[in-house]
């Protein structure tokens, strides 16, 4: 079992739905967690940051851990077709630890 | 302008020559990491620096090398590359001492092995 698991997708949804990108970890000495975005040929930029549990909000975007299940989520209300990218997760145990990445999720938004 | 910066962009090589990608940062970030993205396998961590003259291995480390003698360069050397290096490679930067916190990405540079 890989460390980090995240279907590769494409999801593909309208514009203006609500969109739940997941991934699940089976390290259970992760406690950062992050959510970056990559566009198509440039480098990924970090989305969203959150240690150990609960939510976090930026406006469009919540993340969401779950250590218990080890679980997390990306939300993106309101969706719009420059959310079309690739949303990729990425944790570690601790601040000065390797950095493990999911696959990343392709998500086309449809106008 | 603040950026990362990678040379080159794109390289073709043969199996065995040596060669070195150079990354540099104007931002006097603490944080530097090279990185490998390759299709279905995601983006992986090949070794990280969170400060000068410390490095230490991130997920897939094998037949790469690094070296960080000053705070803005972080060049990956790869001794005797192999087809199955041939891959995007993404140097990044970040402000802090850890890879936790935002890191600024550089272009890509797109090797292959032949």
């Known amino acids: 079992q890989k460390e980090v698991e995240q279907d590769p997708g494409p999801l593909s949804v309208p514009e203006g739905a609500i969109v739940s990108l997941n991934c699940t970890y089976s390290?259970?000495?992760?406690?950062?967690f992050m959510w970056y975005r990559q566009y198509s040929r440039k480098g990924p930029e970090l989305l969203m940051y959150?240690?150990?549990?609960g939510n976090k909000e930026d406006g469009r975007f919540t993340a969401q851990v779950d250590k218990s299940s080890k679980y997390i989520s990306l939300f993106i209300r309101d969706s719009q077709p420059s959310d079309s990218a690739t949303y990729l997760c990425?944790?570690?145990?601790?601040?000065?630890?390797?950095?493990?990445f999911g696959k990343g999720t392709r998500l086309h938004i449809l106008p | 302008e603040a950026q990362v910066t990678q040379n080159p962009r794109y390289l073709i090589t043969v199996t065995g020559k040596k060669l070195t990608v150079t990354c540099s940062q104007n931002?006097?970030?603490?944080?530097m990491s090279w990185y490998r993205q390759d299709p279905g396998l995601g983006l992986r961590q090949i070794y990280y620096?969170?400060?000068?003259?410390?490095?230490d291995k991130g997920d897939v480390p094998e037949g790469y090398k690094v070296s960080r003698k000053e705070k803005r360069n972080f060049p990956l050397i790869l001794e005797s590359p192999s087809p199955n290096q041939t891959s995007l490679y993404f140097c990044?930067?970040?402000?802090?001492?850890?890879?936790?916190?935002?890191?600024?990405f550089g272009p890509g540079t797109r090797l292959t092995v032949l």
């Open positions: 620096s969170m400060n000068v003259e410390v490095t």
């Open positions: 990044a930067s970040s402000p802090s001492t850890s890879g936790t916190d935002t890191q600024y």
């Open positions: 390290n259970s000495a992760f406690q950062y």
């Open positions: 990425a944790m570690s145990a601790n601040r000065d630890d390797k950095i493990i």
């Open positions: 931002m006097n970030h603490e944080y």
């Open positions: 959150t240690y150990s549990s």
